[in-house]
């Protein structure tokens, strides 16, 4: 049973384009929830994260909305750049117990054309 | 500061063959976890270690899969026999410790070892 399930699988954008990519969770339990940022040959890097008593999370041109109720979450990239290119996974975790596991989406992976 | 190392980067082996992955986690996280990703599929947890304990290991598929963190540093995965099944990408990840209900903080991952079962 997956936890966490992330669309799409994958995205094409044109540069300067926004990027949304979306995440939906089951376990209420859960109370942080990070991207992650991977490119080729490298492992994931954390990208911004997000509490539960937060709407909305901004840094630089990416944002993440979170809807408790709905138990959904997303990522915005603003002005897609090509070096942007590559794949970004939504995780979710109990921080302060299960030691901190992440749970992983399917990871999208996207493609910003120039 | 150097990163969480893996090592080998990739590795082909024959189904029945045992391999052992290593990982180097950055110095002082006390917090180590091991993750694989299946082509095409999330990226899954397999355990997790505080120091030299294992304080989860809910991931591990079964007992073919062995790991061990000596004196709480560097630690290995060991599959032993291997199955096609086994292939996929192995991460480890490392994690500050913090005490009482603080939050244990940012994971770090390696680059991943990329494993091969002909």
């Known amino acids: 049973q997956q936890q966490v399930k992330q669309s799409p699988q994958s995205l094409i954008v044109q540069k300067g384009g926004i990027s949304i990519i979306n995440c939906a969770y089951e376990n209420t339990a859960f109370d942080y929830f990070p991207w992650y940022q991977q490119f080729p040959g490298k492992g994931p890097a954390l990208l911004i994260a997000?509490?539960?008593?937060?709407s909305e999370k901004k840094e630089g041109r990416f944002t993440i909305s979170f809807n408790k109720s709905a138990k959904q979450f997303s990522l915005h990239i603003m002005d897609s750049q090509p070096g942007d290119s590559a794949t970004y996974f939504c995780?979710?975790?109990?921080?302060?117990?299960?030691?901190?596991?992440?749970?992983f989406g399917q990871g999208t992976e996207l493609s910003v054309k120039p | 500061e150097a990163g969480v190392t893996q090592f080998p980067s990739h590795s082909v082996i024959e189904k029945g063959q045992t391999v052992t992955l290593r990982c180097d986690p950055i110095?002082?996280?006390?917090?180590l976890y091991w993750y694989r990703r299946v082509m095409g599929k999330e990226i899954k947890f397999l355990l997790h270690?505080?120091?030299?304990?294992?304080?989860?290991e809910s991931g591990m598929p079964n007992n073919r899969f062995l790991a061990e963190r000596t004196g709480g540093t560097y630690s290995t995965l060991k599959v032993q026999p291997a199955e096609l099944e086994d292939s996929g990408v192995y991460f480890c990840?490392?994690?500050?410790?913090?005490?009482?209900?603080?939050?244990?903080?940012?994971?770090?991952f390696g680059p991943g070892t990329r494993l091969t079962v002909l």
């Open positions: 997000i509490r539960p008593d937060v």
């Open positions: 110095s002082g996280h006390d917090n």
């Open positions: 990840a490392s994690s500050r410790r913090t005490s009482g209900r603080a939050f244990i903080g940012e994971q770090f």
């Open positions: 995780a979710a975790s109990t921080i302060y117990n299960q030691g901190g596991k992440l749970i």
């Open positions: 270690f505080v120091k030299e304990s294992k304080q989860d």
